[in-house]
């Protein structure tokens, strides 16, 4: 059988040349977008610059660091490996680290009720009125 051997592909270098677009572009676009550009459709945009939201991140530059973030893990972890072995004590020391990655979205959906508990806990005490 014959053994594959990783090569780079070209993708990792579109990432990073898209990822830095996104980035370095938005904040020169929002200067000259007409006014009707704040229309609340475009809030995913980054654009509708009166609308306020709080959980919410605009689509422009953000999108351009996960581009990057996505070409720099294609690069480290070209052959599928994990960078760490597993019986290594950087392994063991960042389980949990590893443990909320890998359960991100169940961690935010339970630290949610945690702080609106503990902000009405604290408004009940008097320290927020």
């Not at 999108?63 to 973030?69: D, N, R, Y």
């Amino acid at each position: 059988p014959k053994e594959t051997v990783y090569q780079p592909h070209y993708f990792t270098g579109v990432l990073i040349i898209l990822g830095s677009i996104g980035i370095f572009i938005a904040p020169m676009i929002e200067p000259v977008l007409p006014q009707w550009s704040n229309n609340p459709f475009l809030i995913m945009l980054g654009s509708a610059a009166n609308a306020h939201v709080l959980d919410q991140m605009p689509l422009f530059p953000w999108l351009g660091c996960f581009l990057i973030g996505a070409a720099i893990g294609h690069t480290l972890y070209a052959p599928g490996l994990p960078l760490a072995k597993e019986e290594g004590l950087f392994y063991r020391l960042t389980r949990p680290i590893r443990f909320l990655g890998r359960h991100s979205l169940w961690v935010y959906f339970a630290h949610q009720p945690i702080i609106l508990f503990t902000l009405w806990l604290l408004g009940k005490a008097g320290i927020f009125g």
